[in-house]
């Protein structure tokens, strides 16, 4: 059993997480792909993986992990879902092969920063650690090319319902996975007949006015703190909704997820940001790929 299934079965525990490092020297079910121009990013950042769930887009994931590079990576939390897993062991390969490329990535030499959120909150009793040469932070300052200082979180310190209420927060857990459950069989019909990735979930959240209204309250109660930390910006991810906008001359930042939205947050080397909808990439990426077949031919 590699460390890895050990930790999705059991928690973490030094020695497991310690056995991480031998974990990249191991070799994926899915083959990494060797793509002749790939990306190249200062800084990403990806939160809300949940790995351990069947709702956790893994195959999306490693498409983007196989196509983009950067000199640092923050993980900002919820990578794995302890509530889940204690619930019910679901732990497929695909779900390994996301892990090992994230180890990669630290063993090839880019700086790896992982922030736990509230769903792998049990990684949070190694703050201040570095394990396989990925740094676990409460929290961090990153600093951007063009000179600004961005506080990165996971955000559930700010959700009032996850702090004062954990009962109603499993609840809504429990709702949220039927959520999911019908997602998967909308996007199951949606690939028999061809057509791309589609978030009912998202579409949903998006529709409900007091859902609309949460996201817009967790918003500027995150970008306030920010400012009161004296920083020109701010990182999250922990609501599933990949957002920029400026609040009251704060820069808040969400990266999404990749449950629902499988979107990433990236900074170009002058110091731009941009969010990547990876769904529309692959969707954009297959639609363009029969005319360049066609222009190949015709050559």
Known sequence: MDAVTKIAMNGLSGGTIADLADFAHSQPSIPERTISERRRYRTIWISDIHLGTRGCNADLLIDFLDHVDSETLYLVGDIIDGWRLKKKFYWPAAHNDVVWRLLKR????????????????????????????????????????????LLVLHGDEFDAITLAHRWLAHVGDAAYEFMMALNRWVNAYRRAFSLPYWSLSKHAKAKVKNAVQFISNYEEIVAQAAGARGVDGVVCGHIHTAEFRDINGIAYYNDGDWVEGCTALVEHFDGRMELLHWADEIAARETSRPTAQIEMLAA
């Open 106 to 149: 630290a063993k090839r030499g880019a700086h790896v920063v992982y922030i736990p959120g509230n769903h792998d909150e049990v990684v949070r009793q190694f703050c201040g650690l570095d394990f396989g040469g990925i740094a676990i932070r409460r929290n961090a300052v990153h600093e951007t090319a063009d000179g600004r200082r």
